[in-house]
């Protein structure tokens, strides 16, 4: 029933930008916590950003701030990233991650492949 659905990802060229978005259904939306993963190959997870449940407060890696930006729309139950100035480190598969520390939930989308290159 709980669902988390990205999409925009795609082949963009360094310097561009790509917006990613993800349509969570199933649960309460506005009462959680929303965060963006990646996972390059052969790496592991990394947190990218997150954002509160009423957007008021948002956190970003050091490796994507002032290029990246997250928000929310809690009337559509969508959280999205704004990726711009993109570098080819920025390539990898892009998780959607919503959580509630009160209630120990934690889901996760299917992910979203980003690839930058020339």
């Known amino acids: 029933q709980v669902q988390l659905v990205e999409s925009g990802g795609g082949l963009v060229q360094p310097g561009g930008s790509l917006r990613l978005s993800c349509v969570a259904s199933?649960?309460?939306?506005?009462?959680?916590?929303m965060r963006w993963y990646r996972q390059a190959p052969g790496k592991e997870r990394e947190l990218v950003a997150s954002?509160?449940?009423?957007?008021?407060?948002?956190n970003f890696a050091n490796s994507v701030k002032g290029r990246f930006t997250i928000s929310r729309d809690n009337a559509k139950s969508t959280v999205y990233l704004q990726m711009n100035s993109l570098k080819p480190e920025d390539t990898a598969v892009y998780y959607c991650?919503?959580?509630?520390?009160?209630?120990?939930?934690?889901?996760w989308g299917q992910g979203t492949q980003v690839t930058v290159s020339s």
């Open positions: 199933g649960f309460t939306f506005s009462s959680y916590l």
């Open positions: 954002i509160s449940s009423t957007g008021g407060s948002t």
């Open positions: 991650n919503a959580a509630r520390a009160s209630t120990k939930s934690n889901y």
